[in-house]
């Protein structure tokens, strides 16, 4: 850092203190927010935590300030957090920004218009993210990570602070995706089934009215959510609202909903087209798609197995790995065909040891009982209309759709 004198110190923390009093008297929510955007970086606020850190006494100016004196809480811990953050003291710089911000909402209740929600939005992303670093910090000190979760209890403060009648609670959904990131950062998305209880059916919320960025973050959580319990036509809708309604201008934010939106389309017997893997770098599915098409076995496990990792922090591995049911029916149907072409009055009687053959080539090993095992599965879970003749190994096929499409329907396995 260059030499800052005193005197260029005073006028930097007066010039600020000047302009946070002109935003809160204007009631300019956007050139409040910018003031506190602690982790932003920008110029501006670097050199006003660099004057911080040379004029010490900020406190005695804030006092001095007639404009600013009944904003002194948010204030001097805000100066705190500044100081802190420019030293790199995630920790403290977290602690007192905290202190700022519990001193921000009791003043943001006062208000009667939602004039400040912008200044309240990037409290609740910077109080997150600044929990995110300071648990950092702690776990290489050694220390019990808590920091995170001490943000999602004030985020919880802020939404119950916006779950009222008045105009601010259409700020009530971005602090909800907020404190969905928090809870599965924690692993602990659970928690996130009482805030979902009031945004969808409390009377005071009407979803329509909230703004569209935030809808379209809310219901990718949620059909996330519903991917994790397993509920795919939920899921589907969501997460096809989300990609609907999202700017398609921000690719790397379609790539986030396609990959949880692809595994459930696979679900339902939907399958992606290559362009769109390809577009959105979602390669890894590729081989998954091929499977399904191919009724290769043996292409879905190696898929899962090379990008096993990828699919397991993105919490679509169990998800994928189900799909073994559908290629099951691919390969099945794929001999149905081919027997077909040979033998059409004999087409819909399968031998099970066709099917063992069929795999061996595949380089699965599975006994007739084993394949009869699965048959039944598919013919119970109704990929497959049929039934067996156990004395001759044979699974009898129906002469009218055999094979019958998931048609947007979940395989319950």
Same mark, same amino acid.
């Given at each position: 850092?260059?030499y800052? /004198?005193m005197?260029?110190a ?6 600020y203190?000047?302009r946070?009093?002109d935003?809160?008297?204007t ?13 932003s ?5 670097? /050199? ?5 850190n040379?004029?010490?006494?900020f406190? *005695? ?6 404009n ?22 995630s ?8 202190? /700022?911000?519990?001193a921000?909402?009791?003043?943001f209740?006062?208000?009667d218009?939602a004039w400040a ?6 409290i609740?992303?910077? $109080?997150?993210v600044?929990?995110? *670093?300071?648990d950092?910090?702690l ?6 990570p ?6 999602? /209890?004030?985020l919880?403060?802020v939404f119950?602070v916006?779950a009222g ?10 602090v909800?995706?907020?404190l969905?990131?928090?809870?599965f950062?924690?692993g602990?998305?659970?928690l996130?089934?009482s805030?979902?209880?009031s945004?969808?059916t ?5 979803f ?7 809808k379209?973050?809310y ?6 959510l519903?991917?994790f ?6 899921a589907?809708?969501?997460l ?11 690719e790397?934010n379609? *790539?986030?909903i396609?990959?949880?939106l692809?595994?459930?389309?696979l679900?339902?017997? $939907?399958l992606p087209?290559d362009w ?7 390669v890894e ?7 399904l098409?191919?009724g290769?076995?043996q292409?879905l ?5 090379e990008h096993?990792?990828?699919?397991l922090r993105s919490?679509?591995?169990l998800?994928l790995?189900k799909?073994e049911?559908?290629?099951?029916? *691919?390969?099945?149907k ?6 077909k072409?040979?033998d ?15 795999l ?5 090993a ?19 209309k ?6 001759s190994?044979?699974v009898v ?17």
């Amino acid at each position: 850092m260059a030499y800052l /004198s005193m005197g260029e110190a005073h006028r930097r923390i007066t010039d600020y203190l000047n302009r946070f009093s002109d935003a809160v008297s204007t009631q300019d929510g956007a050139s409040l927010k910018n003031l506190l955007s602690l982790s932003s970086n920008s110029p501006a606020l670097l /050199s006003l935590a660099d004057a911080l850190n040379v004029f010490q006494d900020f406190n *005695r100016l804030i006092k001095q300030s007639d404009n600013d004196s009944q904003f002194g809480e948010i204030l001097v811990h805000l100066f705190r957090a500044f100081q802190s953050y420019r030293i790199g003291n995630s920790i403290d710089s977290y602690q007192a920004f905290e202190k /700022s911000a519990n001193a921000f909402i009791q003043e943001f209740r006062n208000w009667d218009t939602a004039w400040a929600l912008p200044a309240l939005y990037v409290i609740a992303y910077e $109080i997150r993210v600044l929990a995110e *670093r300071a648990d950092k910090e702690l776990a290489s000190n050694g220390k019990s990570p808590e920091k995170l979760k001490g943000a999602g /209890s004030f985020l919880m403060k802020v939404f119950g602070v916006l779950a009222g009648k008045g105009p601010k609670r259409v700020g009530a959904l971005y602090v909800t995706c907020q404190l969905f990131k928090v809870y599965f950062k924690l692993g602990t998305v659970h928690l996130c089934r009482s805030v979902i209880r009031s945004i969808e059916t409390a009377r005071i919320f009407d979803f329509e009215e909230f703004p569209k960025r935030d809808k379209v973050a809310y219901m990718y959580y949620t059909g996330r959510l519903e991917v994790f319990n397993e509920n795919f036509p939920a899921a589907d809708h969501k997460l096809s609202y989300a990609l609907k309604h999202c700017n398609p201008q921000r690719e790397a934010n379609t *790539r986030m909903i396609l990959k949880y939106l692809i595994p459930v389309k696979l679900s339902l017997g $939907i399958l992606p087209n290559d362009w769109l893997l390809e577009k959105y770098n979602l390669v890894e599915y590729r081989n998954v798609v091929q499977a399904l098409k191919r009724g290769d076995l043996q292409l879905l496990r190696h898929a899962l197995e090379e990008h096993e990792d990828r699919f397991l922090r993105s919490g679509v591995y169990l998800v994928l790995e189900k799909l073994e049911l559908q290629v099951y029916q *691919r390969l099945i149907k794929k001999i149905y065909f081919i027997q077909k072409q040979k033998d059409p009055v004999k087409a819909h009687q399968l031998k099970l040891e066709v099917i063992v053959k069929a795999l061996k080539w595949l380089e699965i090993a599975m006994d007739v009982d084993e394949v009869e095992c699965i048959v039944a599965i598919l013919i119970y879970q109704n990929l497959v209309k049929g039934y067996f003749a156990h004395k001759s190994k044979v699974v009898v096929l129906s002469k009218q759709d055999p094979f019958p499409k998931l048609n947007g329907k979940p395989v319950n396995s």
